[in-house]
């Protein structure tokens, strides 16, 4: 009988190879990933989770509460935040990194109206601040692009400069998913990114088990895992 859960595939997905696409396709698929986000519920999630945290937290413009996103893409996230936050009356300083330098560039056009943010070139497995840095750091639909070791070491390191908590939310591997959303990326997309690293990245994802182990060995305490509809997953922890 073939399983709704199979094994981790270890191929890389395109954008993770170190050339062979244009920031024009980089930039589209970038583009439908924030679709995607914005249909199939990541903001929404990201936003309870954030509201979470930030309970029991005060801020001012003074001293705002300082969030750090590890592998930013876009910038969408924190886009997303600094609206609600605006709403909410919550002063928000985000720092948002990336390694990939196309990323960095269409993240600081994304991310230009809202002065709350900071795009910068930056590497999650050696992030160069100093422990308890952030209050808070987050990482969105990026550990799936990794191997368990490589997963580990970047966990640890959002652990390390976060002050407060932390929020890790990715895919959870599904066939069923995958089935979805290859006719889907087929259907809407026309770039060869998207239809390649969409399908492939539902099968690059950890399980909850899964990402319960790489939690385990990344030190990680007081944090729990959920599951979220669309075949999403959250682990977040507080460190107070």
């Known amino acids: 009988m073939m399983s709704w859960v199979p094994e981790r595939r270890r191929s890389l997905e395109l954008i993770d190879l170190p050339e062979g696409y244009s ?8 583009a439908d990933i924030r679709l995607v986000n914005r249909f199939l519920g990541a903001y929404r999630v990201v936003l ?7 309970r029991g937290m005060t801020s001012s413009a003074e001293s705002p509460v300082r969030m750090l ?3 930013t893409g876009s910038s969408d996230i924190p886009v997303a935040i600094v609206k609600w936050a605006r709403q909410q009356g919550i002063a928000v300083a985000i720092t948002a990194v990336d390694k990939n330098h196309l990323a960095v560039s269409v993240a600081a056009d994304i991310a230009r109206p809202y002065p709350e943010i900071v795009v910068m070139e930056a590497d999650g497995f050696s992030l160069p601040y100093k422990d ?3 209050d808070i750091v987050l990482c969105s639909q990026t550990l799936h692009h990794f191997n368990e070791a490589d997963a580990v070491k970047i966990l640890r390191e959002i ?8 929020f890790i939310m990715d895919r959870r ?3 069923f998913a995958w089935l979805l959303i290859s006719a889907l990326t087929r259907i809407f997309s026309r770039n060869r990114l998207t239809r390649h690293d969409g399908p492939m990245s539902m ?3 950890y399980t909850v088990a899964e990402l319960s182990a790489l939690s385990d060995k ?3 305490t007081n944090r729990e895992i959920v599951r979220k509809p669309f075949w999403l997953m959250v682990l977040s922890g507080k460190k107070v």
Request: overall charge positive.
């Open 23 to 30: 920031r024009p396709e980089f930039a589209g698929n970038l």
């Open 48 to 54: 309870t989770n954030i509201s979470a945290l930030l």
């Open 69 to 71: 996103d590890v592998a």
């Open 132 to 134: 308890a840095s952030f």
């Open 159 to 166: 652990n390390r400069v976060a002050a407060f908590g932390y």
């Open 173 to 175: 591997r599904s066939r």
């Open 203 to 205: 099968l690059r994802s």
């Open 218 to 220: 990344a030190g990680l």
